[in-house]
T-cell receptor
């Protein structure tokens, strides 16, 4: 599966949109982009995933560039409870029994 | 709908003791997984079960055994615990093993082996 590159840390003001970037320049055509987050001492929480098109759900939006080499997770109105480590993961269609979490981006929402 | 439930939440073992970590999901998922998370290492796959009746090794299976008891339950057993198995263990499930099927995780079992 393709590797991803994320900034180590980011801050965001409470109530503002948090935009978390991810680079996955070696992604192949049949690999999905996933986002998870992990709040201290809890299990990873699924946020959203996509293949080619932008996606939106009740938690976030996922914007994937046309060449699919990068993506951005958008939390539209960040709250203090969104403070967590966010992981961008690329996962293949078949034989996809593993998720490589890497080190992620530590997002701190500031009051 | 509780999602993925793991028991116990915390456990301390002495070297050589055995124990079983329990995991159950109520989402009618077919695939289940066991991961461990160590500081600075990310999550590593121990074993997975693509469907009821099947199990396969992941990245770090040594020292562990698993049982897919039924569709809902997937247990992880440590036969002779070692300090190197001190970790946080997460169970996860997904509708299928396909790449388009998200995994949903439990809140973990924190195991210390002394």
């Amino acid at each position: 599966d393709a590797k991803t590159t994320q900034p180590t840390s980011m801050d965001c003001a409470e109530g503002r949109a948090a935009n978390l970037p991810c680079n996955h320049s070696t992604i192949s055509g049949n690999e999905y982009v996933y986002w998870y987050r992990q709040i201290h001492s809890q299990g990873p929480q699924y946020i959203i995933h996509g293949l080619k098109n932008n996606e939106t759900n009740e938690m976030a939006s996922l914007i994937i560039t046309e060449d699919r080499k990068s993506s951005t997770l958008i939390l539209p109105h960040a709250t203090l409870r969104d403070t967590a480590v966010y992981y961008c993961i690329v996962r293949g269609v078949t034989g996809a029994n593993n998720l490589f979490f890497g080190t992620g981006t530590r997002l701190t929402v500031i009051p | 709908n509780a999602g993925v439930t793991q028991t116990p939440k915390f456990q301390v073992l002495k070297t050589g003791q055995s124990m079983t970590l329990q995991c159950a999901q109520d989402m009618n998922h077919n695939s289940m997984y066991w991961y461990r998370q160590d500081p600075g290492m990310g999550l590593r796959l121990i074993y997975y079960s693509a469907s009821e009746g099947t199990t396969d090794k992941g990245e770090v299976p040594n020292g562990y055994n698993v049982s897919r008891l039924n569709k809902r339950e997937f247990s992880l057993r440590l036969e002779s615990a070692a300090p190197s198995q001190t970790s946080v263990y997460f169970c996860a499930s997904s509708y299928s093993k396909s790449g388009g099927s998200p995994l949903h995780f439990g809140n973990g079992t924190r195991l210390t082996v002394t």
